[in-house]
């Protein structure tokens, strides 16, 4: 009988430099004889590193050769730290650096979003090409796997869906024989390719999702997610004081920690797991003998207030230009231009003569879909602002969160309360003034 397979996702983070990726294979070799998967993201910070490159080429403003040269000077310094000369990778990893620029220069008139996906998707290739070489250099026997073998998606850029057919006999087909000839897998998050060929990634910060999808697929008896934080909290411990650990939540109270902005999880990462039943842990590569958060089907009937909050919003308000009501018919062509940008809605709102909007303000989309809005509506365009979610909310909690905020939207539901803020600066006064 084989045994259970686990699936394993370490981020950026676990990720940062070689006596990060050292803890990691620490962690690894305490579950000897395990069928493991392990996903993988880029090194911590490498994301942004090539995100800027994409938008440095675009400028053609000549100070994408900088960028370039951080990224690479990033992983051959972690080469020399974890090798000391004994295994020389930097061949292998020159080539996908070299593939970087291929791209680059490949792709140059083909639009953002594409070059997006065939540049960023290498920080996960160079991450896992070095993790996987230092695992056999310690006698973990490691197989890489290229993930955009594996998982395949339609052919839209920087938010590809997956094609669970074709994916799940890839992963059975590919992945399986190695698992049972022994060792570990390993493989890259966040990143998949669509039928035409060409890389496509699943959304920012989505090796989660990576990881749910392989867990699906391959029906693994759990996935565990490794983070800098005990487990799951009730808030940001960077931005708020007197949180707590959650040691169980279920799936459900999940799904909506993580669609209302909760950076623990991605928010495609649950629903997979649910489908099947397969259990998932949030755990600390910080601290690997503490319990973590339990995620199940399993019911908890009580929470504490859980604080979500999102950075970097914008908020559309859109009117008609004759003040008519804002009728079906209208944010029915809202919602198709909002779909076809494959912009998250963060929250909305409509009043008679106007519909209000708040998505995450992280790329060129926000302003495209103003554009299209314009050609026929009022569009009014705020940005700078931050969405506040609390699920099982009081009133003293709330409060507390609304000091130094000028409230532009909120909403409430039974067991959650959003609103959209803007903060409001300090005016310091003289003495005497």
Not at 49 to 77: C, P, Q, T, W
Not at 131 to 155: C, E, H, M, P
């Amino acid at each position: 009988m084989k045994k259970a397979l686990k699936v394993y996702k370490f981020g950026g983070l676990s990720l940062k430099d070689a006596e990060a990726i050292k803890n990691v294979y620490n962690i690894l070799k305490t579950h000897p004889n395990e069928r493991l998967i392990v996903v993988v993201s880029a090194f911590a910070k490498v994301t942004d590193a090539l995100e800027n490159l994409v938008a440095a080429h675009m400028r053609n403003d000549g100070s994408s050769d900088a960028y370039f040269d951080i990224i690479k000077k990033r992983h051959f310094e972690v080469i020399d730290d974890l090798f000391d000369g004994e295994v020389n990778i930097k061949p292998e990893v020159q080539s996908v650096l070299d593939d970087i620029q291929f791209q680059l220069d490949k792709h140059r008139d083909k639009g953002y979003d594409l070059i997006y996906d065939q540049v960023v998707s290498r920080g996960e290739i160079l991450s896992s090409v070095i993790v996987s070489a230092y695992f056999n250099a310690q006698g973990l026997k490691s197989n890489w796997v290229d993930a955009r073998k594996i998982v395949i998606t339609d052919d839209i850029y920087r938010e590809g869906w997956v094609q669970w057919d074709e994916t799940t006999k890839n992963a059975h087909g590919l992945i399986a024989p190695l698992l049972d000839n022994g060792g570990v897998v390993i493989t890259q998050g966040f990143i998949g390719s669509a039928t035409n060929g060409y890389t496509t990634t699943l959304g920012r910060e989505g090796s989660d999702y990576t990881a749910a999808i392989l867990s699906y697929c391959l029906d693994a008896e759990s996935m565990t997610i490794w983070k800098d934080v005990p487990g799951i909290l009730t808030a940001d411990p960077k931005l708020f004081d007197n949180i707590t650990k959650l040691d169980l939540i279920s799936y459900r109270e999940a799904i909506e920690m993580t669609y209302y902005g909760a950076k623990v999880i991605h928010p495609k990462t649950i629903k997979p797991l649910q489908n099947k039943s397969i259990p998932m842990l949030v755990k600390s590569f910080l601290n690997p003998e503490g319990e973590g958060t339990y995620i199940s089907d399993e019911v908890e009937d009580h929470y504490p207030p859980i604080v979500a909050l999102e950075k970097e919003q914008a908020l559309v308000q859109i009117s008609t230009r004759d003040f008519s009501f804002v009728a079906e018919h209208h944010i029915s062509e809202i919602f198709q231009h909002i779909a076809d940008l494959r912009l998250q809605v963060n929250m909305m709102q409509n009043s008679a003569i106007s519909f209000s909007v708040c998505f995450n303000d992280v790329d060129d989309k926000v302003d495209r879909f103003a554009e299209n809005m314009e050609r026929k509506f009022k569009v009014t365009l705020i940005r700078g602002l931050e969405l506040i979610t609390v699920r099982h909310y009081n009133e003293t909690t709330v409060e507390s969160l609304k000091s130094g905020k000028m409230l532009l939207l909120e909403e409430r539901l039974r067991n959650t309360m959003q609103m959209v803020v803007k903060n409001v600066p300090v005016i310091e006064r003289r003495r005497g003034s």
